[in-house]
């Protein structure tokens, strides 16, 4: 079994700051990618930030030069470090993480809960 449990979610005033976290549990071989995906009502699913396992990263351009993404893979924890979060930030934020359970095992995709981020104006 695996878990990705996030944290850090809230409430802020707009140009405020957040960092999420999301802890990986449970039998893993290796953690290939981490992510930060979000939702709002109404709207797909969109990918926020990425990290591979050698610390490549990418980032949706709304967010570029505001989010980083960074990761501890000892603890297996992915971050999100959000900085002048703006109104339209506001959604559920999921961590999604490609990973293989043992070594002979192919990469599964796998979600956390979510965890709601409100930015007010």
């Known amino acids: 079994q695996v878990q990705l449990v996030e944290s850090g979610g809230g409430l802020v005033q707009a140009g405020g700051s957040l960092r999420l976290a999301c802890a990986a549990s449970?039998?893993?071989?290796?953690?290939?990618?981490m992510a930060w995906y979000r939702q709002v009502p109404g709207k797909e699913r969109e990918l926020v930030a990425r990290?591979?396992?050698?610390?490549?990263?990418n980032y949706v351009d709304s967010v570029k030069g505001r989010f980083t993404i960074s990761r501890d893979n000892a603890q297996k924890t992915a971050y999100l470090q959000m900085n002048n979060l703006k109104p339209e930030d506001t959604a559920v934020y999921y961590c999604?993480?490609?990973?293989?359970?043992?070594?002979?095992?192919?990469?599964?995709?796998?979600w956390g809960q979510g965890t709601q981020v409100t930015v007010s104006s």
């Open positions: 999604n993480a490609d990973l293989r359970r043992w070594s002979i095992d192919s990469a599964n995709s796998y």
């Open positions: 449970g039998t893993i071989y290796v953690i290939n990618a």
């Open positions: 990290i591979g396992g050698g610390g490549w990263t």
